[in-house]
């Protein structure tokens, strides 16, 4: 059984940074895509950014140039560096993992595990 946990999400003026951190006990699979995910109250939960286990990334448009997903394989950690906060990045931030590489990382049904979330406050 794969289990994240989420750290590093909090208060944060607009235009400020923040780094998340995502601890796995291990890796589904030797072949893997990890993203993070947001969603905001009423809205659905979109992904963010994702990395697979060959270290391609992939990010939303509404993120790019401002948040860089990474990965450290010897911790099995997943982080996002999220710079330039806005009000709208509000929200709580998931890690998810699942076995296997699709395109683009697939989309959130696509993903077997979940954390429990960190929620992520952009004041402005």
């Known amino acids: 059984q794969v289990q994240l946990q989420e750290s590093g999400g909090g208060p944060v003026n607009s235009g400020g940074s923040l780094t998340l951190s995502c601890g796995a006990s291990?890796?589904?699979?030797?072949?893997?895509?990890m993203g993070w995910f947001r969603q905001a109250p009423g809205k659905e939960r979109e992904k963010v950014a994702s990395?697979?286990?060959?270290?391609?990334?992939s990010y939303a448009d509404v993120v790019k140039g401002r948040f860089t997903i990474s990965q450290d394989n010897n911790k099995k950690t997943l982080y996002l560096e999220l710079n330039n906060l806005k009000p709208e990045d509000s929200a709580v931030y998931y890690c998810?993992?699942?076995?296997?590489?699709?395109?683009?990382?697939?989309?959130?049904?696509?993903?077997?595990?979940w954390g429990q979330g960190t929620q992520v406050t952009v004041s402005s």
């Open positions: 990395i697979n286990s060959f270290g391609t990334t």
């Open positions: 291990k890796y589904p699979s030797d072949d893997y895509c």
């Open positions: 998810a993992a699942m076995r296997g590489i699709v395109w683009d990382c697939g989309i959130a049904r696509d993903y077997e595990h």
